[in-house]
C-alpha cells in the first residue's frame, strides 16, 4: 500500500503555502481535507450558506473526481459550522441535492470561528472508490 497524495490543478499553491493535500489515498480509501465556499476564480467566500455549500460541495467533487472516486463513494462526511442551529436547515437542502441516497455517516460540528471571517461552513469527507457503484 502505497499513500497517494491528491491535489487537482489549481490547489498547488495551497499545497506549497500551507503544506497540506486536498486528500490523501491509500488504496480505495480516501480522506479528503476539508472543502469551503470560496469562489475558485476571486478567491473570496460566497455570500450566504447556499452558495458556500454548494461551492464546498463542487470542491469536494473535484477533489475526489481527481483520486478516481466521486460523490456516490463518500461514506462519511465532518461538516463544521459557524451557526449551526441556524443554517442547518439550508445546508442540509444543498448536501441532499448532492448527496440525494445512500446518505453517508455525518458529523455536524459548530465551531465560533473557520480560516477566514467570512466563512460559514466547511466540509471533509471519507469515500470509499467504487462503493457508491451498484
Known amino acids: 500500500m502505497k499513500r497517494q497524495l491528491v491535489n487537482p490543478a489549481g490547489t498547488e499553491a495551497t499545497y506549497d503555502r500551507l503544506h497540506f493535500s486536498q486528500a490523501n489515498r491509500v488504496d480505495d480509501l480516501i480522506w479528503v ?61 444543498v448536501k441532499d ?10 458529523t455536524a460540528i459548530g465551531v465560533t470561528q473557520l480560516a477566514l471571517p467570512e466563512l460559514l461552513v466547511e466540509i471533509r469527507a471519507v469515500a470509499v472508490r467504487g462503493s457508491g457503484s451498484d
Open 33 to 93: 481535507a476539508g472543502q469551503v465556499g470560496v469562489d475558485p476564480g476571486t478567491g473570496r467566500p460566497a455570500d450566504g450558506m447556499d452558495a458556500q455549500a454548494r461551492l464546498a460541495f463542487d470542491g469536494l467533487r473535484t477533489v475526489l473526481e481527481a483520486a478516481g472516486a466521486g460523490l456516490a463513494d463518500v461514506v462519511e462526511i465532518t461538516t463544521f459550522h459557524t451557526d449551526l442551529r441556524g443554517e442547518i436547515a439550508e445546508f442540509v437542502r
Open 97 to 106: 441535492e448532492y448527496l440525494p441516497d445512500r446518505y453517508p455517516a455525518w
